[in-house]
């Protein structure tokens, strides 16, 4: 017999990040990865308002994207930060984030992308008021101007994305293939494309003139189609010992799987998968890392941007031929100097229960 748990979706499963995507995307996805039930009827609630009030703005935005020119990236090539989760990649994004001259992503680029450049006053104003001070898998400070990784926004766009295995964690192994590896779902490639390239046109649209800084984990298996997209992109790895984050990730996939799951709470996964998936990951980056040309990529150790973060940026401008500008020199001095150095090493909180919002 069914419980009324099982009916009656918890009042957070309103506040999914899910909600950020068009109201017809959400529905895609839900049946895409599962069945619409009972308990996702909040979630498509809060879509379904919200779509309805930023429907011009969705249409305003798609038309502002489409004057941007398919090869805006040869004039000004996006930088992509890569390297498996937990190995250092959002302290690295938010130091090269601290040069002007850059432009990524913010949490609401990422939680509404449709219309990522307008309404950004409101959309502040409502996240600011619900968000936690911190990310739910650690204690990193997390604000409505942070800086993001763009898979939220491949995902509220409707394409297909590493969060299904948060959101969807009974199909792991499905969503997985599908994401990083393009296998199992024959317009899974196009989807994930057409998606990308659309929202980095709309980030064209809200920064223009700015070079696109993106980092991405998940984007460490799909280097041939980033090279596809934007055939002049500058890439850089961070490198850390897989004992230091295999345990991490554990950490942060448990707890993504808690908070964000839409499926009910998954059984946990061992530290052997996670160890294979590692593998996995870090050998196709290593595969793929020949592809790219040696002027335009640069590696960097975690424990060397932690002990000299300026020096190692400057390092990373040096090996891409870019300019450090005294300017971006002082900016991210001071980043570090006020909260980069305050967080590192991270200061993981003890495990403990986290709220399953969704069934």
């Known amino acids: ?39 996702h009827f909040g979630l498509l609630a809060v879509s379904w308002v919200a779509t309805r009030f930023r ?94 990784e763009e898979e939220l926004a491949i995902s509220n766009l409707g394409g297909p994305s590493f969060f299904a295995v948060t959101y969807f964690p009974r199909r792991y192994d499905e969503a997985v293939e599908e994401a990083m590896f393009f296998d199992g779902a024959p317009e899974a490639r196009a989807e994930w494309r057409a998606a990308h390239g659309h929202f980095m046109k709309l980030l064209n649209v809200k920064y223009p003139g700015r070079r696109l800084l993106l980092k991405n984990p998940a984007n460490c298996t799909r280097i041939p189609e980033l090279l596809a997209l934007y055939p002049d992109a500058y890439f850089v790895r961070t490198e850390r010992a897989a004992e230091e984050v295999i345990p991490s990730f554990m950490r942060m996939q ?27 990951v870090t050998g196709r980056l290593e595969e793929d890392w ?7 990529r640069a590696t960097v150790r975690y424990e060397d941007v932690i002990e000299s973060p300026v020096q190692t940026v400057a390092g990373i401008y040096r090996d891409l031929g870019l300019e450090f500008t005294p300017t971006a020199k002082k900016r991210v001095r001071a980043y570090w100097n006020r909260k980069g150095k305050a967080r590192t090493p991270q200061r993981i909180p003890p495990d403990e229960d986290v709220p399953v919002v969704g069934v």
């Open 1 to 39: 017999m069914r419980t009324l748990r099982t009916l009656v979706p918890p009042p957070r499963s309103t506040l999914h990040p899910l909600a950020g995507a068009e109201y017809e995307t959400v529905k895609r996805v839900l049946r895409r990865n599962d069945r619409i039930r009972a308990a």
């Open 254 to 280: 448990r707890l993504g799987d808690g908070a964000f799951s839409l499926q009910g709470r998954p059984r946990p996964r061992d530290r052997a998968a996670a160890e294979r998936f590692h593998a996995r």
């Open 290 to 296: 020949a592809l790219i040309s040696p002027d335009r």
């Open 55 to 148: 429907r011009p703005f969705i249409e305003k935005a798609t038309a502002a994207a489409a004057e941007v020119p398919d090869d805006w990236h040869r004039t000004t090539p996006p930088i992509f930060v890569l390297g498996f989760w937990r190995s250092g990649t959002t302290l690295l994004h938010e130091l090269l984030a601290a040069d002007p001259d850059l432009a990524g992503p913010s949490l609401i680029d990422v939680l509404f992308p449709a219309d990522a450049p307008y309404l950004a006053r409101y959309k502040r104003r409502f996240v600011g008021g619900i968000l936690p001070p911190t990310r739910v898998t650690d204690l990193v400070e997390v604000s409505p101007r942070s800086i993001q």
